[in-house]
């Protein structure tokens, strides 16, 4: 049985806080194919409770996690106005090595955002 997973990571870095109770969903991508795998909230800390994709769930492959920023950051400025700049954040990805932890966190504000392979 492989040992790689995926967890991720939402700071919201305009407030200077964790993002909480930001909805994600991962899918996994086969060529046009775009299979939802799970959906999951982050808790008060930006991460979510559990592995978004757990070790026996895990395989090689091409996956995509979608962050709903959009509702995210209309809980934190109500007043804004609509459309939000930011709404869904499609990050797709890579994951080849099945003994591998991938941690793919996400930087957000209102106007921009930043990812990167963590550990």
């Known amino acids: ?9 939402v700071l919201d870095t305009a407030r200077g806080v964790p993002a909480s109770g930001l909805t994600i969903t991962l899918y996994r991508i086969d060529g046009a194919n775009r299979t939802r795998l799970a959906q ?14 757990p070790r026996e769930d895990f395989a090689p492959g091409v996956y995509e996690l979608v962050f709903d920023a959009g509702s995210y950051l209309n809980g934190t400025d109500p007043s804004a106005t609509a459309p939000r700049f930011l709404d869904e954040i499609p990050i797709r990805f890579g994951m080849s090595d099945p003994d591998a932890h991938y941690h793919v966190p996400l930087l957000l504000s209102p106007y921009g955002y930043s990812t990167y392979r963590g550990s």
């Open 40 to 53: 999951t909230m982050t808790n008060a800390d930006g991460r979510t409770d559990v592995p978004i994709l």
């Open 1 to 9: 049985m492989p040992d790689g997973y995926l967890t991720t990571h």
